[in-house]
């Protein structure tokens, strides 16, 4: 059984980081690219960000470059985004997913919420 | 960023047949997915590439479209099909999501 477990949201003051965490098995971890995909309360989803399966590109929304890395350790078959310089908009429920035929998500974690407020 | 239009709200009753449209802003060819997402749950895929049942998904649910109009079809709907249901594309970067479309069992 494929599981996605994600750790490490919580609240964080704007400007401040955090390091979101998705720890992964069921599955070969380094045979699939992965993203982030983030809902704000009472929102609809939109992609954060990806990481080819091998580490080698990463892709991200205009929003957060600069800002925001994937990374992962394929030895540990864990994902990581830290979040650097976070504003109140980045406030949202936070997804790992592994990413399916021709881009669709085939499996998601149970999310993490990172709120960021003074 | 290619926008993705669907309607907010449907309502209908056990037993009816649905369908949920999602409206491409430009085409995105067959790289058309839909997903369920029911309250307090992570979302989950139902079809991928346009009309492909994913492992699992009741037969009850069923996709179709190509180009820059597309629809999820359930029939028929049952109670537990309570829930908000995605769109999302893969042919144009950045891959985005629809606004969503809240389906309330009557």
């Known amino acids: 059984e494929v599981q996605l477990v994600e750790s490490g949201g919580g609240l964080v003051q704007p400007g401040r980081s955090m390091k979101l965490s998705c720890a992964a098995s069921g599955f070969t971890f380094n045979n699939y690219d992965m993203a982030w995909v983030c809902q704000a309360p009472k929102k609809g989803l939109e992609w954060v960000a990806t990481?080819?399966?091998?580490?080698?590109?990463?892709y991200y929304r205009d929003s957060v470059k600069g800002r925001f890395t994937i990374s992962r350790d394929n030895a540990k078959s864990t994902l990581y985004l830290q979040m650097d310089s976070l504003r109140s908009e980045d406030t949202a429920t936070y997804y790992c997913a592994r990413h399916f035929n021709y881009g669709s998500y085939g499996d998601w974690g149970q999310g993490v919420m990172v709120t960021v407020s003074s | 960023d290619t926008v993705l239009t669907q309607s907010p709200a449907l309502a209908v009753s056990p037993g009816e047949r649905v369908t949920i449209s999602c409206r491409a802003s430009e085409s995105v060819s067959t790289l058309m997915h839909w997903y369920q997402q029911k309250p307090g749950q992570q979302p989950k895929l139902l079809i991928y590439l346009a009309s492909n049942l994913e492992s699992g998904v009741p037969a009850r649910f069923s996709g179709s479209g190509s180009g820059t109009d597309f629809t999820l079809t359930i029939d028929p709907v049952e109670a537990d099909d309570t829930a908000t249901y995605y769109c999302q594309q893969s042919w144009n970067d950045p891959f985005t999501f629809g606004s969503g479309t809240k389906l309330e069992i009557k």
């Open positions: 990481i080819s399966y091998d580490g080698s590109s990463t």
